[in-house]
């Protein structure tokens, strides 16, 4: 586990780090089963990341490696036919990338692989923080924009930063969970600034105050609303976005609240409440 000391206390922790890799030939996943001793996953074990698998079998293997006493519990990586890998389970950067070339070194030996040659994208980085103190969450709320605060919901405050790209999630303890970083200084940076917004006070004002309304039928929205929080919104989470929607009066129609919440004008949303900048929106 890589960790910091931000000062003020701060106690800022990387938890798991994310990383994707191609290898430019297709790779036989039963050589690779009998020289590791793994079986197929189960079908069901990775249904949001990957939907579209085959009916009967996953169509990928899951191996557990590199233990060690810094990372006792490994790293898993899925392995496709096609060549293309995800490895989670690393504690920094520098693991996820030696994680993955080291098991291709591995393969190469055994002659599963002709190609040591891997595209290496590190796709999320998840850390964690205590600020010290307690924290006012309807007060932070209400002074910081790009923020949501549904207590009856969600036991914390959701904060949607653009630089850097992440979201964190904030709880009254003062602790957090950082995450859609793709490099660790990025999420060592959102802390930073958080802490920074937490002591500052309003400097904007909400043109519209619209009603946050439940809808039986999901609104569809742009593919960037889902990629803005991609990562750090899902499961039953996105779920319920999904099913929520706003009566958007610079748009002047219905539209899901996934796309408000990614919008330029969402200052914020705190009980049911969403505040609206209400400038013109450039584009779709």
Known sequence: MKHWFLGESIYLNIENVVASARLDENINLDLIARLFHVKYPDPD?????YPDQYPEQFPGLVLRICRSEQNPEGFDVLIFGSGQMLLSGARSEQEAHNALSGLIKQLSKARIVTSRKLDIKIQNIVGSAALGEPIDLEKAACCNRRVM???EQFPGLICRMD??????????????????????????????????????SRSWDDKHTVD?????????????SLEAISGAVKGKALERMMKEAVDCPVKAKRVSFVECFTCSNFNQRIKGKVGCAGLPIVGP
Do not use: W
Request: charged share 25%; with cysteine; net charge positive.
């Open 149 to 151: 605060y549904e207590p």
């Open 212 to 224: 946050v309304l439940e809808v039986p039928n999901a609104i569809p929205f742009p593919n960037a």
């Open 163 to 200: 630089d850097p790209k992440v979201v964190i999630l904030l709880f009254a303890s003062g602790k957090l969970v950082c995450t859609g970083a793709k490099k660790e200084t990025e999420v060592h940076r959102a802390v930073m600034k958080l802490k920074r917004l937490l002591q500052g």
């Open 45 to 49: 074990q990775y249904p949001e990341e």
